[in-house]
T-cell receptor, first 116, second 112 residues
Framework: EPEVTQTPSHQVTQMGQEVILRCVPISNHLYFYWYRQILGQKVEFLVS????????KSEIFDDQFSVERPDGSNFTLKIRSTKLEDSAMYFC??????????????FGNGTRLTVT | GQNIDQPTEMTATEGAIVQINCTYQ??????LFWYQQHAGEAPTFLSYNVLDGLEEKGRFSSFLSRSKGYSYLLLKELQMKDSASYLC?????????????FGRGTSLIVHP
């Protein structure tokens, strides 16, 4: 079964550094997402991306965050200047075209980001 | 936005049946998802309800009552591997969004 892949699985960085988290969505999917989950807390929406542009973003997704689809397969999340509170598991997700008005999100295994 | 409420933790015995409840408040309900998440892993899709009633898929069933803002996930013939967090996620399209919002999840512990 096709799956969403994320790299790296773990990333440790110093406060103020830039990080790029990478994702390869399922190949025929058109909608892409980033969510994060701080340890012990709920999964929170960051941003959705469709047709090469951001379609929705949450309050968490401020100017320090950006997303890009640099080619036909990769989908990246960049954090420009990391803060301690950015430490979390970051999940990429994708979904295909809706059939009957819905389709589920398929999540990658996540990148655990630790900011020191 | 949505207000999604689930019990924090439940325990059950292997072979038994467990029901995990989810209540929500939305102004433009447009679907409810259940996901399973093992510790340190990605959420995986279990079920989707948009109309009232029961959806059955093997050992797992999900029920929805839109008038009550209520759903449950029913797990039958529990196995040790069912120990995981179960996430209820609701889609509210009142503001034009189709993004599911997740509840805090219910941690299910299955013991022998």
């Amino acid at each position: 079964e096709p799956e969403v892949t994320q790299t790296p699985s773990h990333q440790v960085t110093q406060m103020g550094q830039e990080v790029i988290l990478r994702c390869v969505p399922i190949s025929n999917h058109l909608y892409f997402y980033w969510y994060r989950q701080i340890l012990g807390q709920k999964v929170e929406f960051l941003v959705s991306f469709y047709n090469n542009e951001i379609s929705e973003k949450s309050e968490i997704f401020d100017d320090q965050f950006s997303v890009e689809r640099p080619d036909g397969s990769n989908f990246t999340l960049k954090i420009r200047s990391t803060k301690l509170e950015d430490s979390a598991m970051y999940f990429c997700a994708s979904r295909g075209l809706s059939t009957g008005g819905w389709s589920p999100l398929h999540f990658g295994n996540g990148t655990r980001l630790t900011v020191t | 936005g949505q207000n999604i409420d689930q019990p924090t933790e439940m325990t059950a015995t292997e072979g038994a049946i467990v029901q995990i409840n989810c209540t929500y408040q939305t102004s433009g309900f447009n679907g409810l998802f259940w996901y399973q998440q093992h510790a340190g892993e990605a959420p995986t899709f279990l079920s989707y309800n948009v109309l009232d009633g029961l959806e059955e898929k093997g050992r797992f069933s999900s029920f929805l009552s839109r008038s009550k803002g209520y759903s449950y996930l029913l797990l039958k013939e529990l196995q040790m591997k069912d120990s995981a967090s179960y996430l209820c996620a609701v889609r509210d399209s009142s503001g034009g969004s189709y993004i599911p919002t997740f509840g805090r999840g219910t941690s299910l512990i299955v013991h022998p």
